[in-house]
């Protein structure tokens, strides 16, 4: 075991303060990653505050993380000291389940691991990346390429595949309209990407306050949804919407959107339950979706994908006593577009 700084959340309603956490000797498989950057997704305030549920204090969140091998396991083949590493949203998966087997750990049918707030296998609460180092099993760490920027790499670990993994899916590409809600951490990657797939890409976001840097990101179009106009104008238009919000949405004024057979896939993850009538996918033959994260071997391919086409997110980076502001100012979408902790600074 060694001890390690961290940053916790003591409660749902308390501040993050700083602290120290344990973490596990290094196994036979595990790698020893000294952390440098760890990224602040919307999930992470979600998951401390208690909006998806009860959690055990204290907590430490953050599954956005890139860093160096520091040490490997006598058995680990995959990565060597000295390498640029990345872990995402997941740590472990039972590695034996029909879809385990199939190579997508992220829907294991007994839960993946999370990188946090999850019940590891030693029957300890894992511990994220807000903090300097962490152990995690070969087959979960992810290879960063050289040409990814260190600090800007972190985010691809979660808003990068979980944007990247419905607009493979559903076969995002030229030809394709693609709409992506939300402009903030997830929305922005998903314009990125989108855009390099090939797609004819439009943003839906409340006003045009960030229309420069949609369009600069690769959007064609950009459209205010406070505005009602931009229903009626969309109408029957997109092949495939991706929804990034955190908050409840009004979906059929959305699926009214999508032409004949078009889907909205859901990736913002509010707690509230979210109506739909049916007859909003009726027309069109319509479908609504769910997507989370992506497997592994997606994970490596979405990286190489960035690498190769030049796609990094838009960072500010922050002190880790900066982090408490920066979740208020996530709460307030006054972000652009992804916060990065230095984690020199824990
Ligand atoms: P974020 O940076 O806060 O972005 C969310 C965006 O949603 C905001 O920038 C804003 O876009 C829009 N928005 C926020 N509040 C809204 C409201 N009340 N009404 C309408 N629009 C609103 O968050 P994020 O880190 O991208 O995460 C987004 C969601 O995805 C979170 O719920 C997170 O937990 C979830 N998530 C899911 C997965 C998965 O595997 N499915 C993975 C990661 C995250 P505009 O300002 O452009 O309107
Ligand atoms: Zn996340
Ligand atoms: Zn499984």
């Not at 109408?235 to 009214?256: C, E, G, H, M, W």
């Amino acid at each position: 075991m060694r001890t390690v700084n961290a940053y916790a959340a003591p409660s749902a309603t308390e501040p993050l303060v700083p602290t120290t956490i344990e973490r596990r000797d290094v196994g036979p498989k595990d790698v020893l990653i000294a952390i440098r950057y760890a990224g602040i997704c919307h999930s992470d305030i979600h998951t401390v505050r208690g909006d998806w549920g009860p959690i055990t204090y204290p907590q430490v969140v953050g599954h956005e993380i890139v860093g160096e091998v520091v040490e490997v396991g006598p058995a680990v083949t995959k990565h060597a000291v000295g390498d640029r590493v990345g872990v995402g949203c997941m740590v472990n998966s039972c590695r034996e389940c029909e879809n385990c087997r199939a190579g997508m750990e992220n829907y294991c049918l007994k839960g993946n691991t999370g990188t946090y707030a999850a019940v590891d296998r030693d029957g300890t609460i894992t511990q994220g990346g807000y903090s300097t180092h962490v152990v995690v099993d070969e087959d979960f760490v992810l290879r960063v390429p050289a040409a990814i920027d260190y600090a800007a790499g972190a985010p691809l670990l979660c808003a990068g595949i979980t944007t990247y993994s419905p607009l493979a899916h559903w076969n995002a590409g030229p030809g394709k309209r693609v709409a992506v809600v939300g402009m903030g951490g997830l929305g922005h990657m998903a314009v990125k990407i989108a855009a390099a797939m090939g797609a004819e890409v439009t943003v839906l976001s409340r006003t045009l306050a960030k229309k420069d840097d949609g369009l600069a990101f690769g959007a064609t179009d950009y459209y205010a949804t406070d505005d009602a106009a931009t229903f009626e104008a969309l109408k029957n238009r997109f092949d495939l919407i991706v929804n990034t919000v955190s908050a409840p949405l009004d979906l059929n004024q959305y699926l009214r959107l999508l032409r004949l057979d078009g889907t909205m896939v859901n990736v913002g993850a509010p707690p509230e339950p979210l109506p739909i009538q049916v007859f909003s996918l009726f027309n069109n033959r319509r479908s609504f979706a769910g997507s989370s994260i992506g497997s592994i071997a997606e994970t490596q391919e979405m990286l190489d994908f960035c690498a190769e086409h030049g796609i990094a997110p838009e960072t500010e980076l922050i002190a880790a006593d900066q982090i408490n502001d920066a979740y208020e100012r996530v709460l307030s979408s006054d972000v652009r577009y992804r916060f990065v902790i230095d984690t020199a600074t824990l």
